[in-house]
């Protein structure tokens, strides 16, 4: 692990639930009423994961910025 995940948002794909935003509000904010991360690179934390498992259509990726394995969805 490189010590640090990349987080990315599909944003064709969400559909503005704000659950992220309300799981992990210091890494996402709602913008034009998409999820936008706050920061392209974050130490790893549990919220980031929680908030991409929690996702109803899956628009969260995370994933190691070294080898691209995906952290989550789960």
């Given at each position: 692990m490189s010590g640090?995940?990349?987080v990315s948002v599909d944003r064709d794909r969400c559909i503005g639930s704000g659950l992220c935003a309300g799981t992990a509000?210091?890494?996402f904010q709602?913008?034009?009423k998409k999820s936008t991360p706050?920061?392209?690179l974050v130490e790893p934390d549990e919220a980031v994961s929680d908030a991409?498992?929690?996702c109803p259509v899956?628009?969260?990726l995370?994933?190691?910025p070294i080898t691209g394995?995906?952290?989550?969805?789960?």
């Open positions: 640090q995940w990349r509000p210091e890494h709602l913008v034009d706050l920061h392209e991409a498992d929690c899956e628009a969260i995370v994933t190691d394995t995906t952290i989550a969805p789960a």
